[in-house]
């Protein structure tokens, strides 16, 4: 089945680019038609859809961050990423990547990563 | 943005006891609404997705009701495995947007 796995730094320094990537296993993320996306969660608090690129490769954000965040896809390498640029401290949360079930006719997110710690500090 | 309030913020059960959270939407989202369980240090997993279907797995003691802006899930016998962290979700619209979370632990 597929599976998300997680990969990029831990530690972003404020004022940089957080960079994190999720490869895909198990199935293609250029065939049926998914969302993959993002969602974070501060420690301690409750989860924020950051956006998800479509197996078209259209994209959708959350308008909170959507000056500052791009959400790609590489095919060649079945991954997919994130980019959030000029991070501050409340950027700090896990970060997962998910994929929906929208080719199986529901569109909650049924695969998750492992989640990625980053911390935005100096 | 579509605001979702669950009710309570927590709850203290036993196993055994029949559990109820609540989930309103700021507007209608059809019946585009997920739940979601989190444990500890865990990605959430999907229990209920269009407001009543159960996901592949999960047992038949969660139920999912509600369409438009009166959402509920229920733990028909709570079991130890089931103190977590549940979160509901619209997808009627983007931004998709999650309820604070209801957290339910052991009395």
């Known amino acids: 089945q597929v599976q998300l796995q997680q990969s990029g730094p831990g530690l972003v320094k404020p004022s940089q680019t957080l960079s994190l990537t999720c490869t895909v296993s198990?199935?293609?993320?250029?065939?049926?038609?998914?969302?993959w996306g993002w969602i974070r969660q501060p420690a301690g608090k409750g989860l924020e859809w950051i956006g998800h690129i479509y197996t078209s490769g259209s994209t959708n954000y959350n308008p909170s961050l959507k000056s500052r965040v791009t959400i790609s896809a590489d095919t060649s390498n079945n991954q997919f990423s994130l980019k959030l640029t000029s991070v501050i401290a409340a950027d700090s949360a896990v970060y997962y990547c998910?994929?929906?079930?929208?080719?199986?006719?529901?569109?909650?997110?049924?695969?998750w990563g492992q989640g990625t710690v980053v911390t935005v500090s100096s | 943005d579509i605001q979702m309030t669950q009710s309570p913020s927590s709850l203290s059960a036993s196993v055994g006891d029949r559990v109820t959270i609540t989930c309103r939407a700021g507007?209608?989202?059809?019946?585009?609404l997920n739940w979601y369980q989190q444990k500890p240090g865990k990605a959430p997993k999907v229990l209920i997705y269009?407001?009543?279907s159960l996901y592949s797995g999960i047992p038949s003691r969660f139920r999912g009701s509600g369409s438009g802006t009166d959402f509920t899930l229920t733990i028909s016998s709570l079991q130890p495995e089931d103190f977590a962290t549940y979160y509901c979700?619209?997808?009627?619209?983007?931004?998709?947007?999650f309820g604070q979370g209801t957290k339910v632990d052991i009395k």
């Open positions: 269009a407001a009543s």
């Open positions: 198990g199935g293609s993320i250029s065939s049926g038609n998914y969302h």
């Open positions: 979700q619209q997808t009627y619209s983007t931004p998709y947007t």
């Open positions: 507007q209608s989202v059809s019946n585009y």
């Open positions: 998910v994929r929906d079930g929208y080719n199986l006719g529901f569109d909650a997110f049924h695969i």
